[in-house]
């Protein structure tokens, strides 16, 4: 069974940075697209970045020019670099992959279980 763990979440104060990761781990042949999305109370899911398996990338224009999203493909691992925070940055954070499992010929997409960011003075 294929597994996303997303870590690195906190509370910071504006202006601060974060790192956000992750890992991917069970029987997988190989990861396509990943995303970053994020969900605040109350407000519907965003997507936050997205980067390709080429390494091509995208990202919302509340984060763009602040937040950078990279892969290290052997350690199956994606990040997400946070740089000065916002408080309407405050949000549960979800790892999204699109997965190749071992033995099989099509793509899933799998859910992490979410990481807390908390941007507070």
């Known amino acids: 069974q294929v597994r996303l763990v997303e870590s690195g979440g906190g509370l910071v104060q504006p202006g601060e940075s974060l790192r956000l990761s992750c890992a991917a781990s069970g029987s997988i042949f190989s990861i396509n697209d990943m995303h970053w999305y994020r969900q605040a109370p109350g407000k519907e899911r965003e997507l936050v970045a997205t980067?390709?398996?080429?390494?091509?990338?995208n990202y919302a224009d509340s984060v763009k020019g602040r937040f950078t999203v990279s892969r290290d493909n052997a350690r199956l691992t994606m990040y997400l670099q946070m740089n000065s925070l916002k408080f309407e940055d405050t949000a549960v954070y979800y790892c999204?992959?699109?997965?190749?499992?071992?033995?099989?010929?099509?793509?899933?997409?799998?859910w992490g279980q979410g990481t807390q960011v908390t941007v507070s003075s």
């Open positions: 999204n992959a699109v997965v190749r499992v071992a033995g099989y010929s099509y793509d899933r997409d799998y």
């Open positions: 980067i390709t398996s080429a390494g091509s990338t």
